[in-house]
């Protein structure tokens, strides 16, 4: 289990933070160097991550390498003795949470958060999207972090459901936690596995949702609306707490707003341009930055030597 979970609220919500801000940096700096990125899913979900793995989740230390090896090869392959990136969340216990993150292009932002919580070497991010790399651009099985692969999106809460059926029938005391992105709840595999969940009684399931609004093709409610989504989630048999999503104390206690045997959601209302204030200008597509000129790329350099990161303090205390 993580060390702070035995520090004070002023402590480990000042360290989420902290971790968020370094993700954000991080995810930055990786998109000067590489020519674009997935930039506002770092705004979004700094904080959700950086709480979920310093205080929510309770994880054991990585057992996978500081630096990720090169990609073996899939499951089944004569010879390999095969492992997945789960290794970097802990050692799989029935007493420790397993964690699925749901929407894969969030890879760079999950790597980001593995380095900022001490789970994976700086020098990993050297690797994304090389040949040869398990370090993808959109997580697969085999990559840091990830247990599964998600495959279409959308997928993911149906096979974590499973896994949390499982573990309930093992008697395991560790909880599933998936994160989600509010797009999915677009896809009808989403809300089938909601009413399984809710028919199954699948109550040792966290889901947390990013919900900033955005999808590739622009805002969300342009696109296909998903209002009111607690409300709708509720009818099909969950609890749902909404959260600012960048609030690390509000983050954390709404995940013991769950009830037994009912699957819980905690809506994370949160910004896509949160902390690199240059985003605003891109509205409405937000999804991926891709440099449209020498000249804005030279105005976000500027932005990240100064080290900019804007964004109201994270509240502590009360």
């Known amino acids: 289990m993580n060390d702070i979970n035995e520090a004070s609220p002023e402590s480990w919500a000042g360290a989420a933070a902290a971790a968020a801000t370094g993700i954000r940096r991080r995810v930055l700096e990786h998109c000067l160097l590489n020519d674009g990125g997935y930039l506002s899913q770092a705004c979004s979900s700094a904080e959700i991550l950086s709480t979920l ?11 996978a ?13 004569p010879g390999l003795v095969y492992s997945n990136g789960a290794g970097y969340n802990g050692a799989c216990s029935p007493l420790y949470d397993r964690f699925f993150l749901s929407p894969a292009h969030y890879a760079l932002v ?17 690797q994304f999207n090389k040949d040869g790399s398990s370090v993808e651009m959109i997580g697969a099985e085999h990559s840091p972090g990830f247990e599964a692969m998600g495959g279409a999106l959308a997928q993911t809460l149906s096979q974590a459901s499973g896994l949390a059926l499982a573990r309930r029938r093992a008697g395991d005391s560790g909880k599933v936690f998936v994160f989600m992105s509010d797009g999915e ?24 949702v990013d919900v900033n609004g955005q999808q590739c093709d622009g805002p969300m409610a342009e696109v296909m609306g998903i209002e009111p989504l607690d409300l709708r989630i509720r009818a099909f048999g969950a609890t749902v707490a909404a959260v600012d999503g960048h609030d690390p104390l509000a983050l954390d206690a709404a995940s013991r707003e769950s009830l037994p045997g009912i699957p819980h959601f905690v809506l994370c209302r949160t910004d896509p341009c949160r902390g690199v204030a240059l985003l605003e200008k891109r509205r409405p597509k937000l999804h991926y930055l891709r440099f449209a000129s020498a000249g804005e790329k030279a105005e976000y350099a500027d932005f990240f030597r100064r080290g900019v990161f804007s964004g109201t303090p994270a509240r502590v205390g009360g």
């Not at 793995?53 to 057992?63: A, D, I």
């Open 65 to 77: 390498p500081a630096l990720p090896p090169p990609f073996q090869g899939v499951p089944g392959t």
């Open 185 to 208: 709840f677009q896809e009808g595999q989403t809300w089938e596995a909601i009413q399984a969940m809710s028919f199954f009684g699948i109550g040792n399931l966290v889901a947390y």
């Open 110 to 126: 999950l790597y980001a958060t593995l380095i900022e919580t001490d789970r994976m070497a700086e020098e990993a991010l050297g």
């Open 53 to 63: 793995y310093l205080r929510t989740m309770r994880l054991g230390p990585s057992v």
